[in-house]
């Protein structure tokens, strides 16, 4: 079933996902319809299920089951990227008043819940306070390719590690009260065992610095250039397009102190982990963004971040 709120004609609904800045192959017409409905393409392996991924106290880390769970983390992004953010809503998004792209129904989309909250009244959803859009390689490459492939040319890099397989991983957000040490821990372990269960090699994603003027951005592109740049095995460039150059400074000239203050706690997270940095970056004007391409093979991964998520049934707390 569709959404009640979604009175737009089909070819007029697909020509503003065309018009979307971060848009890039089509998916196709069935999952841009569903997505506003909050339904999932059901792949060869099935049904997806709300399988729990991990717990910390009142919090549960696990991946939407349902159409009115994948509306709640549509809803929370929604909050975070146009009413506490800078994102342009369309009049769908406005009415709707949730972020959706095609891409939605494609995905498994990764929620963190608090049992502690009470449900929403009448629906009886779940309280998502955060939540991670999963989208698999096989997946996409029945639909069209990943979000990424839009803003950054990575088939090179795909085509480049054949056998190894990629996990993309993109709009990631939290809750104001929630943006603390704990809930990020929980969205790892999620991460991490949905990473452990389908044997992924590779985690790719575009992430995100608030503005969309490179020069105010100069400090953190430019360290995120001299000093995390992707070797040339895992090196990916911004699409010609839309490429913005990141050496904005001499490396010589840059305080690491404060380039790394100034980067978003996210990208931070990426880096501690292991993370590089594709060539050039992207300025998003609808979600009022400066774009960097995230790269992290799960064989560079710190064995002591490894041992820390672990599996849910070694890490839950009670």
Not at 106 to 125: E, G, Q, T, W, Y
Not at 181 to 208: N, P, Q
Not at 240 to 256: A, F, G, L, Q, V
Not at 261 to 288: C, E, M
Request: hydrophobic share 40%; charged share 25%; glycine share 8%.
């Amino acid at each position: 079933m569709l959404s009640p709120v979604d009175p737009v004609a089909p070819k007029r609904l697909m020509d503003r996902f065309r018009a979307f800045p971060g848009y890039s192959a089509p998916p196709g017409f069935l999952p841009t319809l569903r997505a506003y409905g909050g339904l999932m393409v059901v792949d060869e392996a099935g049904h997806r299920t709300g399988q729990t991924l991990g717990r910390l106290g009142s919090m549960e880390v696990r991946l939407a089951s349902k159409a009115a769970e994948v509306r709640q983390a549509q809803k929370l992004r929604y909050r975070v990227f146009y009413q506490e953010g800078s994102a342009i809503a369309d009049t769908a998004k406005m009415m709707a008043r949730r972020d959706v792209d095609a891409y939605d129904a494609l995905c498994d989309h990764l929620l963190v819940i608090d049992h502690a909250l009470p449900a929403a009244r009448l629906r009886r959803s779940p309280a998502v306070v955060g939540t991670y859009r999963l989208l698999r390689q096989d997946v996409a490459d029945r639909h069209g390719g990943f979000y990424t492939a839009g803003e950054f040319d990575i088939g090179g890099l795909i085509a480049d590690h054949k056998s190894l397989k990629f996990l993309e991983l993109g709009r990631s957000c939290v809750l104001p009260p929630y943006r603390n040490k704990r809930t990020v821990e929980l969205l790892w372990r999620g991460i991490w065992t949905y990473v452990r269960r389908h044997r992924f090699d590779v985690m790719i994603g575009c992430a995100s610095l608030k503005g969309t003027d490179p020069d105010e951005l100069a400090l953190p592109l430019s360290f995120l250039h001299h000093y995390a740049g992707a070797p040339e095995p895992w090196r990916a460039r911004a699409r010609t397009e839309r490429y913005t150059e990141m050496n904005r400074m001499p490396k010589d000239s840059i305080d690491t102190k404060e380039a790394l203050k100034s980067l978003p706690p996210l990208i931070r997270g990426y880096l501690r982990l292991g993370a590089v940095i594709g060539d050039g970056a992207v300025i998003d004007h609808q979600f009022g963004t400066t774009d960097v391409l995230i790269v992290l093979p799960v064989s560079g991964i710190s064995t002591r971040y490894l041992a820390h998520f672990g599996a849910p049934e070694e890490r839950d707390a009670a």
